[in-house]
């Protein structure tokens, strides 16, 4: 029996079902940004090297994130367990299949995760964030998505870009929302908890007509690709 958003609210321990982030949309046809600088941050693909950053960031986050983060169910790895997830997340980024950045301070502290996965459709990417403990309500998921969002529409010609999210999670929410995203819909129990329990879950949509009106088409950021050359 699905419980209700409030006792979720309760006690949220919600996870997408669609926890795999592989896709078969084969190699990208466009050029792709390996680090994307913006007034504050820089978000890059993840190096092995990060290991023992995110690791403590992790630690300190864990009852932050494990409500609404699919791959907290596989916390807490280890130091070796982390090095080799990195590697992972670098060798489906260089692969093409999804870009899962860091995001930095510009002088080099850890602040969270975005991601851009290409996993709702050929011509459309969908994002997803993540600020740690300790650099949250700064705007940081904000500036960074709306970074991610330009990159889609205007390195990677995507008509549509997606962001999802546990409707209990009202946080999340206001991310698309400031970005100028239309909530698409609502889908009952579309969300699996850690515990098999379903819940409601948030479907935003951005369509690349729409994209030029919104904020992130004025973001100020510059991407450079795999060599460190600026991306025109
Ligand atoms: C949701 C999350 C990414 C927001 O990150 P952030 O860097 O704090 O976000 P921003 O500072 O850009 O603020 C975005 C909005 O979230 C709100 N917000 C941030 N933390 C909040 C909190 N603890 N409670 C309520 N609202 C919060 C901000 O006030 C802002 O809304 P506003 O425009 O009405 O002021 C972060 O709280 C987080 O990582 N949560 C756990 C993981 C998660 O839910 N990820 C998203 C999965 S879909």
Redesign the pocket.
């Known amino acids: 029996m699905p419980r209700t958003i409030l006792e979720v609210d309760r006690e949220p321990q919600l996870a ?1 079902p669609v926890a795999e982030e592989t896709t078969s949309h084969g190699k990208p046809d466009f050029q792709v940004a390996y680090r994307v600088e913006t007034p504050r941050l820089v978000l890059r693909c993840w190096s092995p090297e990060d290991a023992p950053a995110l690791r403590a960031a992790l630690d300190k ?1 864990d009852r ?2 494990r ?3 699919p791959f907290m169910k596989d916390e807490p790895r280890s130091l070796q367990g982390t090095e080799d997830w990195l590697c992972g997340h670098r060798a489906a980024f260089d692969r093409g299949e999804n870009f899962r950045f860091g995001v930095f301070t510009k002088d080099g502290q850890l ?2 995760e975005n991601m851009l996965l290409r996993r709702v459709g050929p011509d459309a990417l969908e994002i ?5 403990l300790g ?11 709306a970074a991610l969002v330009k990159v889609a529409f205007e390195f990677y010609d995507a008509q549509r870009v997606e ?4 409707a209990a ?7 698309p ?2 970005l100028g995203f239309t909530l698409r819909e609502t889908l009952r129990d579309h969300i699996e908890d850690t515990e098999g329990r379903l819940h409601d879950g948030v479907i935003w949509c951005l369509h690349a007509p729409e994209y030029p009106a919104t904020p992130p088409a004025r973001a100020e950021i510059t991407a450079f690709d795999a060599l460190g050359q600026p991306m025109e």
């Open positions: 997408f986050s932050h994130l409500p609404f983060i602040v969270g997803g964030y993540l600020t740690h650099f949250e309500g700064r705007g940081y998921a904000t500036e960074a998505s962001i999802h999210h546990a999670n009202r946080a999340s929410g206001r991310i929302e400031r």
